[in-house]
Nanobody, 119 residues
């Protein structure tokens, strides 16, 4: 497993932006697919976005496509989620995670960070 440390998040008004960060202080980051997930109150955790090891390939949930951008800086062992045009329905705890084998199974998770979007 890899230790993932999240930062960012907070309370914003609808239409505004936030950026989340996910760092791997101990390394063991650059060779793997990384992803963002979120869990809203009373709902199951859902996929948000993923990025391959080089950053050249990304995928997004339909609900965030065109508004969120996932990126990574392997030199800094850090991944980002830029969230623009936020909506109240984006309110959730956001988690970053690592897919070690590329099979869609995420084996290491960040501590989670709250994002609250007010209307």
């Amino acid at each position: 497993q890899v230790h993932l440390v999240q930062s960012g998040g907070g309370l914003v008004q609808a239409g505004n932006s936030l950026r989340l960060s996910c760092a791997a202080p101990g390394g063991n980051f650059r060779n793997y697919i990384m992803g963002w997930f979120r869990q809203a109150p009373g709902k199951e955790r859902e996929f948000v976005a993923a990025i391959n090891w080089s950053g050249a390939s990304t995928t997004y949930a339909d609900s965030v496509k065109g508004r969120f951008t996932i990126s990574r800086d392997n030199a800094k062992n850090t991944m980002y989620l830029q969230m623009n045009s936020l909506k109240p329905e984006d309110t959730a705890v956001y988690y970053c995670a690592r897919d070690r084998t590329g099979s869609g199974v995420y084996d290491s998770w960040g501590q989670g960070t709250q994002v609250t979007v007010s209307s």
